[in-house]
């Protein structure tokens, strides 16, 4: 069974960096991680659902969203399964529910989430107060 699997969200403080991972599980045979185009959404309570970075199946193009760039690193890591997002100089606007994504549709670094098959639950982070 396909899952994703996110760790790495917590309490933030402005200026501060946070490494968020998700683990790909499942995926195996003649379907593997490294068939499949990657991403990382987030949500922020009350706003709708916002794409933050993606990456090509094999690691070669990223995208990151306007309201990350050059403060955010999309990677991944095919061997081990794993995708990644470095956040740095963290803003209070960035908290939010941040997701993984995985596309059985497309290698490419796909923006929008329809083009997106399996998703994570979600890793919580929290500006602190």
């Known amino acids: 069974q396909v899952k994703l699997e996110e760790s790495g969200g917590g309490v933030i403080q402005t200026g501060e960096s946070l490494l968020l991972s998700c683990e790909a599980r499942?995926?195996?045979?003649?379907?593997?991680?490294?068939?499949?185009?990657a991403a990382w959404f987030r949500q922020a309570p009350g706003k709708e659902r916002e794409f933050v970075a993606s990456?090509?199946?094999?690691?070669?193009?990223?995208y990151h969203a306007d309201a990350v760039k050059g403060r955010f690193v999309i990677s991944r890591d095919n061997i081990k399964s794993m995708l990644y997002l470095q956040m740095n100089s963290l803003e209070p606007e960035d908290a939010a529910v941040y997701t993984c994504?995985?596309?059985?549709?497309?290698?490419?670094?796909?923006?929008?989430?329809?083009?997106?098959?399996?998703w994570g639950q979600g890793t919580q982070v929290t500006a602190s107060s």
């Open positions: 499942g995926f195996e045979g003649f379907h593997a991680f490294e068939d499949y185009g």
């Open positions: 994504a995985a596309s059985r549709q497309s290698k490419g670094a796909q923006k929008t989430a329809d083009w997106y098959d399996f």
């Open positions: 990456i090509s199946a094999d690691g070669g193009v990223k």
